[in-house]
C-alpha cells in the first residue's frame, strides 16, 4: 500500500464512507480487515487522517481505525500470543513515529474540519 496513492486514499476513503451506511457496513469492515493484513496499511490510514479533501467523519474514522491498528498490531508479545497477521513492520513503525507528531501538530492547527 502506498500512502502517497491519491487512488488507494480514495478507495480508502470510499469505504470509511461506506461503513457508516447500515446498508453497505458490514461489508465494508469486513474489507477493512482484510486490508489491515496488507503492508503499509496503517500509514496509509495517518495519510487519510491527513487528507484535507476527506470529510471530517471519514479522517474520524480512519483515526479511530489507526489507533486501533497501532494498538492491536504494533507488538507481539511472541511467548504468550499467536503472531498477527499484518503486524506493524520495524520500518513502518518508525515512518509512523517520525510522522506522528507532525501530524497531531497540523491537525491541531488546521482551520474547523469541514
Known amino acids: 500500500m ?5 487512488q488507494q486514499l480514495s478507495s480508502l476513503a470510499t469505504l470509511f464512507q461506506h461503513t457508516l451506511n447500515p446498508t453497505q457496513r458490514k461489508d465494508a469492515e ?4 482484510q486490508l489491515q493484513a496488507q503492508p503499509r496499511f496503517a500509514l496509509l490510514l495517518l495519510a487519510l487522517v491527513q487528507s484535507e479533501e476527506a470529510s471530517t467523519a471519514i479522517r474520524l474514522a480512519a483515526a479511530i481505525q ?40 497540523s491537525l491541531a492547527r488546521a482551520q474547523t474540519p469541514s
Open 2 to 6: 502506498d500512502p502517497s496513492d491519491p
Open 66 to 105: 489507526f489507533k486501533n491498528t497501532c494498538k492491536t498490531r504494533w507488538e507481539v508479545d511472541s511467548e504468550n500470543e499467536d503472531p498477527v497477521v499484518g503486524f506493524v513492520s520495524d520500518e513502518e513503525k518508525q515512518v509512523i513515529r517520525a510522522q506522528l507528531i507532525p501530524v497531531l501538530v
Open 30 to 33: 469486513d474489507q477493512l480487515v
